[in-house]
């Protein structure tokens, strides 16, 4: 009687491997619900994203930047999520952009951004590199011309120049989530820098 072939043998032992670790991975991914199928994009479970208190936040920033931070009056059910200040450009144009995030009750974020800084550095900061600052039309909010340019993905960004300052909104609302933000960011008054 002659041994099984060292290749039939392998070949077997190989499968027999591969069955086992399709196995434990396909338990491991079933276990913690590891993959998830989203065909409309990603969206934000509101009540799971943690909570800042946006007007604490810009106001001390308001007190550390030279340039005026405005806070503005989003809707009630708009829940600050995120909150920072970021360094920005380079030499003697380096300055600060102060930047707030907001999650809607759609769970579509937003995020307002304010600098001095000129309007292509910011855009490129905000878009994570490799987009061009180049207008990409524009669309009036109560009077005042916001200019489009292209964001993170397939997200917009739309621009204001207010008083010296750049107000840039961002993210994944809706027109109309972009249109209310963008109301109250050029109607807010400067914080006072107390």
């Not at 934000?44 to 007007?55: E, G, I, L």
């Not at 769970?107 to 061009?132: H, I, W």
């Not at 840039?168 to 963008?182: H, K, P, Q, V």
Request: proline share 7%.
């Amino acid at each position: 009687m002659s041994a099984p072939s060292r290749f039939k043998t392998s070949a077997r032992d190989m499968v027999l491997s591969l069955v086992v670790l399709l196995a434990i991975i396909g338990s491991i991914v079933w276990l913690t619900q590891g993959c998830e199928f989203s065909p409309s994009g990603p969206t934000v479970d509101p009540s799971s994203a943690p909570t800042v208190d946006a007007s604490k936040e810009l106001s001390g920033a308001a007190r550390r930047v030279d340039f005026p931070v405005r806070l503005p009056a989003v809707p009630a059910d708009w829940r600050a999520n995120s909150s920072n200040t970021v360094p920005l450009g380079q030499g003697a144009t380096r300055t600060t952009a102060v930047r707030v995030g907001w999650i809607t009750p759609g769970g579509k974020y937003l995020r307002l951004s304010q600098s001095k800084a000129p309007v292509e550095d910011l855009v490129v900061m905000e878009a994570g590199g490799g987009v061009s600052a180049s207008s990409t039309g524009s669309v009036d909010v109560a009077g005042r011309t916001w200019a489009k340019h292209r964001g993170k993905g397939d997200e917009p960004s739309w621009v204001l120049p207010l008083d010296g300052v750049q107000l840039l909104i961002t993210g994944s609302g809706t027109d109309e989530d972009f249109r209310t933000l963008a109301t109250a960011a050029q109607t807010a008054k400067p914080i006072a820098k107390s």
